[in-house]
């Protein structure tokens, strides 16, 4: 079992930035593939940035070159560093940890983000 703790989410006005965390009860970035996840109200969940295969990390193209995630593999913790904000950003935020090679996966509970114009 993982537990995963998301924080850092907020209000913040549209252009400015906010850094969300996952920290996870146990160190797993050998075995799972981190990603960070997103869900407005009356849309599907929808992958907004993820390691995979290790140390390759894949976008959502609406987020490229505003968002960055990383990790930091002795605090079991994994970052998305949001800049530049728009309203459309506007989600519950989750954490996800995806088990290598299988469908297994654990999510966090989630952090609000409300991006104001």
């Known amino acids: 079992q993982v537990q995963l703790v998301e924080s850092g989410g907020g209000l913040v006005q549209a252009g400015g930035s906010l850094r969300l965390s996952c920290a996870a009860s146990?160190?797993?970035?050998?075995?799972?593939?981190m990603g960070w996840y997103r869900q407005a109200p009356g849309k599907p969940r929808e992958l907004v940035a993820a390691?995979?295969?290790?140390?390759?990390?894949n976008y959502s193209n609406s987020v490229k070159g505003r968002f960055t995630i990383s990790r930091d593999n002795a605090k079991n913790t994994v970052y998305l560093q949001m800049n530049n904000l728009k309203p459309d950003d506007t989600a519950v935020y989750f954490c996800?940890?995806?088990?290598?090679?299988?469908?297994?996966?654990?999510w966090g509970q989630g952090t609000q983000v409300t991006v104001s114009t």
């Open positions: 390691f995979t295969n290790g140390d390759k990390t």
């Open positions: 146990r160190s797993i970035f050998n075995t799972f593939d």
């Open positions: 996800n940890a995806q088990m290598l090679g299988t469908v297994h996966a654990f």
